[in-house]
């Protein structure tokens, strides 16, 4: 059974910085693409970060373009998306998310391409 299993979230003023992962289980998808969306209140889910099935390249919404870093770590099966100086409005619950096809290149903004998703993990930026 796979499982995406995020963690790392927590309560930071603004101008911190936090690091979350993603540990993956039940099969390995070091040849998939993996993307970062976020949740706020009363909001769509919407998409924040994504690594190619390459590894080799990285998109990023505009609103966190320089701030946050996506990257993998193959060996231990793992994801993280690194985010340094963080705004209130970064609050929200943030999922980790698989696309389950290998070498596939796909729409990385829209969450429908993507297959697997974890439980989130509450990202709170306080002014």
């Known amino acids: 059974q796979v499982q995406l299993v995020e963690s790392g979230g927590g309560l930071v003023q603004a101008g911190g910085s936090l690091r979350l992962s993603c540990a993956i289980s039940?099969?390995?998808?070091?040849?998939?693409?993996m993307g970062w969306f976020r949740q706020a209140p009363g909001k769509e889910r919407d998409f924040v970060a994504a690594l190619s099935w390459t590894g080799r390249t990285t998109f990023y919404a505009d609103s966190v373009k320089g701030r946050f870093t996506v990257s993998r770590d193959n060996a231990k099966n793992t994801v993280y998306l690194q985010m340094n100086n963080l705004k209130p409005e970064d609050t929200a619950l943030y999922y980790c998310?698989?696309?389950?096809?290998?070498?596939?290149?796909?729409?990385?903004?829209?969450?429908?391409?993507?297959?697997?998703w974890g439980q989130g993990t509450q990202v709170t930026v306080s002014s």
């Open positions: 039940g099969r390995t998808f070091t040849s998939n693409t």
């Open positions: 998310a698989a696309d389950g096809q290998t070498y596939s290149d796909i729409n990385y903004r829209d969450e429908r391409k993507y297959d697997y």
